[in-house]
């Protein structure tokens, strides 16, 4: 039960942490937390440290992986979306 209450605040807390780095203009900070999720996970698969019973586990380390990947491009996209307004904005003000 302690477990829960200190891994959900801490999975919170990094899932934030990672879409404001997303949110950002260099691209590269937001592929941080994706890069390091791949790298530690195909260790732990390759020195067999990970306990896989079955397909089922190998489907929530992807699901996990494709969370961060999915909010990464949902970070450039909105990044895209705001600097689209802001230069739909000024021609607007140019037209004038």
């Known amino acids: 039960m302690l477990g829960y209450v200190i891994a959900i605040p801490i999975t ?15 691209a590269w900070p937001g592929g941080i937390f994706p890069a390091i999720y791949f790298i530690v996970f195909g260790y732990l698969l390759i020195t067999k440290d990970l306990d896989i019973n079955s397909s089922r586990d190998i489907f929530f380390y992807i699901l996990g992986f494709g969370v961060f990947v ?12 705001k600097i689209k307004k802001e230069l739909d904005k000024m021609k607007s003000y140019d037209m004038k």
């Not at 919170?12 to 260099?26: D, F, M």
């Not at 999915?70 to 979306?81: A, H, Q, V, Y």
């Open 12 to 26: 919170i807390l990094v899932l934030t942490l990672h879409h404001e780095l997303s949110t950002r203009e260099r």
């Open 70 to 81: 999915g909010i990464w491009i949902d970070g450039r996209n909105s990044l895209k979306r």
